[in-house]
C-alpha cells in the first residue's frame, strides 16, 4: 500500500514538473519573440496569438503584429520543435547503442545533408526543381541507408553501426569538401559554411508544420518503445530474452531517429551537442526510464535550442552567429565532463 502511494504520489510530482516545463518552454518562446532590433513586450506577442486565434480583438501596432506572426514567432517554435527532436534522437541512440557519447549524427545523417545541400547550392543538380532542403533531406538518407547497409546483421549491431557511421561521415564529408574546393567560389563557400553551423534565420511557418509534425509524430512513436527502450540498456540478449525482437525494434528506432534528424538538418543545419548533452541532463533530473525521460528530453532540449537561438542573436551586437558555434560552446565543456566520467567508470 505504502509503496502504491509512493508510486501515485512520484507520478504526480513528475506530472507537476512536466506541466511547469511546458509552461516553462511557452515562456522562453515569448521572451524569443520579443528580442531583436525591435523590441516587443512579451504582453504584445501573447495578444498577438490571441488575436490570430481569434479569442481576443485587442487593438495593436501592425507593425508589431507583422513582425511577431511573420517572422519571429515561427522561428522561436522551430527551434524549439529541433531541440526537442535533437535531444529526442540523442537519448535513442544513446539506449540503441549503450553508449553515453552517441548522439543522432552518429548515423552520418548530418555528412550526408552537407553533401546533398552541396551538390544543391554549387553543383546546381535538380536545375533549380530541387531546393537546398530537399537536396540535404536525400542526402541524409543516402547516408542513412549506407549505413544501415554496412551494419546490417544482428551480432555485435552497436558497435557495427557506430564504425558504420564513422566510415559514412568520413566519406561524405570528403565528398562535400571535394566539391566546395573543386567547384565552389569563395561567396558559395561561405554560404555553405554558414549554413552547415546551423541557422533559423529562413524558417517560417511551413517549417514549423514540417517539423512539428515529425517530431511530434516521433515523440508518440518512441513513447510506444519505451518498455523497449529499457529492455535494450542490459544488453541485445537480454531484450530478447525479455521477448523483444531486438533486429525489428532496432530498425524500426532508427528509421524513427534518422526520419527527424534527417528534417531537422535538412531545414536548419548541423547543430551539434544538443543530442549529447540534453539527455544526460535530462536523465539526471527524471531517472533513465524512458516513459519519462523522453518527454524531459524533448522539453529540454526545446528550451536549451531557443535559449541558445537567444543567445545567438545578443552575443554580438548587430551580428547572428551560427546557432551551432553557441551549442558547441555549451557542449564541448559537457562534452568533456561526460568524457572524463566515462573513462573513471571504466
Same mark, same amino acid.
Given at each position: 500500500?505504502?509503496?502504491?502511494?509512493?508510486? @501515485?504520489?512520484?507520478?504526480?510530482?513528475?506530472?507537476?514538473?512536466?506541466?511547469?516545463?511546458?509552461?516553462?518552454?511557452?515562456?522562453?518562446?515569448?521572451?524569443?519573440?520579443?528580442?531583436?532590433?525591435? +523590441?516587443?513586450?512579451?504582453?504584445?506577442?501573447?495578444?498577438?496569438?490571441?488575436?490570430?486565434?481569434?479569442?481576443?480583438?485587442?487593438?495593436?501596432?501592425? @507593425?508589431?503584429?507583422?513582425?511577431?506572426?511573420?517572422?519571429?514567432?515561427?522561428?522561436?517554435?522551430?527551434?524549439?520543435?529541433?531541440?526537442?527532436?535533437?535531444?529526442?534522437? !540523442?537519448?535513442?541512440?544513446?539506449?540503441?547503442?549503450?553508449?553515453?557519447?552517441?548522439?543522432?549524427?552518429?548515423?552520418? =545523417?548530418?555528412?550526408?545533408?552537407?553533401?546533398?545541400?552541396?551538390?544543391?547550392?554549387?553543383?546546381?543538380? !535538380?536545375?533549380?526543381?530541387?531546393?537546398?532542403?530537399?537536396?540535404?533531406?536525400?542526402?541524409?538518407?543516402?547516408?542513412?541507408? *549506407?549505413?544501415?547497409?554496412?551494419?546490417?546483421?544482428?551480432?555485435?549491431?552497436?558497435?557495427?553501426?557506430?564504425?558504420?557511421?564513422?566510415?559514412?561521415?568520413?566519406?561524405?564529408?570528403?565528398?562535400?569538401?571535394? @566539391?566546395?574546393?573543386?567547384?565552389?567560389?569563395?561567396?558559395?563557400?561561405?554560404?555553405?559554411? *554558414?549554413?552547415?553551423?546551423?541557422?533559423?534565420?529562413?524558417?517560417?511557418?511551413?517549417?514549423?508544420?514540417?517539423?512539428?509534425?515529425?517530431?511530434?509524430?516521433?515523440?508518440?512513436?518512441?513513447?510506444?518503445?519505451?518498455?523497449?527502450?529499457?529492455?535494450?540498456?542490459?544488453?541485445?540478449?537480454?531484450?530478447?530474452?525479455?521477448?523483444?525482437?531486438?533486429?525489428?525494434?532496432?530498425?524500426?528506432?532508427?528509421?524513427?531517429?534518422?526520419?527527424?534528424?534527417?528534417?531537422?538538418?535538412?531545414?536548419?543545419?548541423?547543430?551539434?551537442?544538443? !543530442?549529447?548533452?540534453?539527455?544526460?541532463?535530462?536523465?539526471?533530473?527524471?531517472?533513465?526510464?524512458?516513459?519519462?525521460?523522453?518527454?524531459?528530453?524533448?522539453?529540454? !532540449?526545446? =528550451?536549451?535550442?531557443?535559449?541558445?537561438?537567444?543567445?545567438?542573436?545578443?552575443?554580438? +551586437?548587430?551580428?547572428?552567429?551560427?546557432?551551432?558555434?553557441?551549442?558547441?560552446?555549451?557542449?564541448?565543456?559537457?562534452?568533456?565532463? =561526460?568524457?572524463?566520467?566515462?573513462?573513471?567508470?571504466?
Amino acid at each position: 500500500m505504502i509503496h502504491r502511494f509512493g508510486a @501515485i504520489q512520484g507520478a504526480a510530482v513528475y506530472s507537476g514538473l512536466l506541466l511547469l516545463s511546458l509552461l516553462l518552454v511557452g515562456l522562453v518562446v515569448g521572451v524569443s519573440v520579443g528580442i531583436g532590433d525591435l +523590441p516587443i513586450p512579451l504582453s504584445t506577442t501573447w495578444l498577438t496569438v490571441t488575436n490570430r486565434l481569434g479569442w481576443t480583438t485587442a487593438e495593436l501596432n501592425r @507593425i508589431h503584429e507583422t513582425v511577431i506572426w511573420d517572422y519571429r514567432l515561427s522561428r522561436a517554435l522551430v527551434a524549439a520543435f529541433c531541440g526537442a527532436g535533437l535531444a529526442l534522437c !540523442g537519448a535513442i541512440m544513446q539506449a540503441l547503442l549503450r553508449n553515453p557519447l552517441a548522439e543522432p549524427y552518429v548515423l552520418g =545523417i548530418s555528412a550526408g545533408a552537407s553533401t546533398g545541400a552541396v551538390a544543391i547550392v554549387i553543383l546546381g543538380l !535538380g536545375a533549380g526543381a530541387i531546393s537546398l532542403s530537399a537536396g540535404a533531406f536525400f542526402g541524409a538518407f543516402a547516408a542513412f541507408l *549506407f549505413v544501415a547497409l554496412l551494419s546490417s546483421g544482428t551480432r555485435g549491431a552497436a558497435d557495427r553501426t557506430i564504425l558504420a557511421g564513422v566510415a559514412a561521415s568520413q566519406l561524405f564529408n570528403a565528398v562535400t569538401s571535394y @566539391i566546395v574546393t573543386t567547384s565552389g567560389n569563395a561567396q558559395q563557400a561561405r554560404d555553405v559554411m *554558414f549554413w552547415l553551423l546551423g541557422s533559423f534565420g529562413g524558417v517560417r511557418w511551413p517549417e514549423f508544420m514540417l517539423v512539428s509534425a515529425v517530431v511530434g509524430l516521433g515523440l508518440a512513436a518512441c513513447l510506444l518503445y519505451a518498455q523497449v527502450l529499457d529492455a535494450f540498456a542490459f544488453g541485445d540478449e537480454a531484450a530478447a530474452a525479455l521477448g523483444v525482437n531486438v533486429g525489428r525494434a532496432r530498425l524500426a528506432l532508427f528509421l524513427i531517429t534518422a526520419m527527424m534528424t534527417a528534417t531537422i538538418v535538412s531545414m536548419v543545419g548541423s547543430i551539434g551537442f544538443v !543530442g549529447l548533452v540534453v539527455p544526460h541532463a535530462a536523465r539526471f533530473l527524471v531517472g533513465p526510464v524512458h516513459s519519462r525521460l523522453l518527454p524531459a528530453c524533448a522539453v529540454a !532540449g526545446a =528550451i536549451f535550442m531557443v535559449l541558445a537561438d537567444i543567445a545567438s542573436r545578443v552575443l554580438i +551586437p548587430q551580428q547572428v552567429l551560427p546557432i551551432g558555434v553557441v551549442t558547441a560552446l555549451v557542449g564541448v565543456p559537457f562534452f568533456s565532463v =561526460i568524457l572524463y566520467r566515462f573513462q573513471r567508470a571504466s
